[in-house]
Each structure stands twice: as structure tokens, then as C-alpha cells.
Nanobody, 122 residues
Framework: QVQLVESGGGLVQPGGSLRLSCAASGRTFSTMGWFRQAPGKEREFVAAINWSGGSTASADSVKGRFTISRDNAKNTVYLQINNLKPEDTAVYYC?????????????????WGQGTQVTVSS
């Protein structure tokens, strides 16, 4: 049974940092990604990473602040979030696809975690 389990969310002040983790079990994936959904908004792409970690993609809104990485020995993908802003408040979802390609559409991903809440507030 395939599972993706996120952790690391929480309440942080503006300017703070968090590291989200997503542990996969049941199989490995060529591509893993992060999406987020803010209240009242559609789910949006945040970042994706290929198997080797040598190729990544990220949304323009998070470039320079968010970094995606993975540890294949642990079958885990991470999202380092720095300089958090109130507009980063959202539920963050881990996603995975067996195939290649750093896709940005949520319909391109086959497996999803349950989400972890990130709230940025003073």
C-alpha cells in the first residue's frame, strides 16, 4: 500500500522558517512534488524534484525562499521554507508520480499525502 505522510507544519511568525517532510512508503517515485491550498483558493503547484535531485522546478512565487530536496535512502522529500510570509499560509500537500517529468499540474500526480497546515502569523 502506497502512503505519503507529511510532517513539519505549524504556526510561525513572518520571516520564520520551516522544513516540511514527506515520507513515502510502498514504492519509490521518479518525481515528487509539493502543492499548497490556501483557504478559498485552488490548490497550486509549489515545487517538484526528479529522482536524482539534479533537476527541480518551483513556482515563481516561492523562488529564492523555498527549496525542495529528497533523500532516496529514506524515500523522503523535503521542502525548506524560509522568510515565510502570511500569504504562504496554506495546507501543504506532498504528491508523487511514478513517471518522469517535473509537471506542475496536480492532475499529473497519482499519489497524495493528507496535507500539513502551515500558518504564518504574528
Amino acid at each position: 500500500q502506497v502512503q505519503l505522510v507529511e510532517s513539519g507544519g505549524g504556526l510561525v511568525q513572518p520571516g520564520g522558517s520551516l522544513r516540511l517532510s514527506c515520507a513515502a512508503s510502498g514504492r519509490t517515485f521518479s518525481t515528487m512534488g509539493w502543492f499548497r491550498q490556501a483557504p478559498g483558493k485552488e490548490r497550486e503547484f509549489v515545487a517538484a524534484i526528479n529522482w536524482s535531485g539534479g533537476s527541480t522546478a518551483s513556482a515563481d512565487s516561492v523562488k529564492g525562499r523555498f527549496t525542495i530536496s529528497r533523500d532516496n535512502a529514506k524515500n523522503t522529500v523535503y521542502l525548506q521554507i524560509n522568510n515565510l510570509k502570511p500569504e504562504d499560509t496554506a495546507v501543504y500537500y506532498c504528491a508523487a508520480r511514478p513517471g518522469l517529468g517535473l509537471y506542475r499540474g496536480d492532475y499529473d500526480y497519482d499519489y497524495w499525502g493528507q496535507g500539513t497546515q502551515v500558518t504564518v502569523s504574528s
